[in-house]
């Protein structure tokens, strides 16, 4: 699978959007991008994954560049309970479900 | 939505002593369960691959006999920390996939283990 680079940290001010940067420049075809979220103490928690659309849900965006070499995860009204862990990671996608890989993921702040 | 439980959340044990965790699949059968450890302030790292029926698949540097995966069920998986010491004090964290189209995994909520 494809590696990612996240920034380690970032802030954002509550009712703010978030938007979370990562970069996959080796990238191939069909792979997807996925975003997790992990909470102190916590499983991880699904986001969202997107191919080369952007995609919407009731959690986040995913916005993907027209090369596939970077994608943002948008939290639109970011909020004190959004204060988490986000991992981006690039997987082929199969039905039998595969393991992910981590990267050191980017630790969010919401600040008051 | 599919749901993957882990018991117990916490546990603290002597050192020596072994230790199990059970992953379930509430709601759905899983073949394969991920376990992954993750220390404090680092990500989570796989452990192994437990698959139903046959023998759990580690990655390199985990010791096979001391941690002992058995997922003798669809919906059970269970790691045991066999001769626990201090430094296998972690969080340990189990996932699962219902197969759906998505490629989604489900995590279960962790659990904290203490070796004193």
């Known amino acids: 699978d494809a590696k990612t680079t996240q920034p380690p940290s970032m802030d954002c001010a509550e009712g703010r959007a978030a938007n979370l940067p990562c970069n996959h420049s080796?990238?191939?075809?069909?792979?997807?991008v996925y975003w997790y979220r992990q909470i102190h103490s916590q499983g991880p928690q699904y986001i969202i994954h997107g191919l080369k659309n952007n995609e919407t849900n009731e959690m986040a965006s995913l916005i993907i560049t027209e090369d596939r070499k970077s994608s943002t995860l948008i939290l639109p009204h970011a909020t004190l309970r959004d204060t988490a862990v986000y991992y981006c990671i690039v997987r082929v996608l199969e039905n039998a479900g595969n393991m992910l890989t981590f990267g050191g993921g980017t630790r969010l702040m919401v600040k008051p | 939505g599919a749901v993957v439980s882990q018991h117990p959340s916490r546990v603290i044990c002597k050192s020596g002593t072994s230790v199990k965790i059970e992953c379930r699949s509430l709601?759905?059968?899983?073949?394969?369960m991920f376990w992954y450890r993750q220390f404090p302030k680092q990500s989570l790292m796989l452990m192994a691959t437990s698959n139903e029926g046959s023998k759990a698949t580690y990655e390199q540097g985990v010791e096979k006999d001391k941690f002992l995966i058995n997922h003798a069920s669809l919906t059970l998986s269970t790691l045991t920390v066999t001769s626990a010491h201090p430094e296998d004090s972690s969080f340990y964290i189990c996932s699962a996939s219902n197969g759906g189209d998505t490629g989604e995994l489900f995590f279960g909520e962790g659990s904290r283990l203490t070796v004193l």
């Open positions: 080796t990238i191939s075809g069909n792979e997807y």
């Open positions: 709601d759905f059968q899983a073949t394969t």
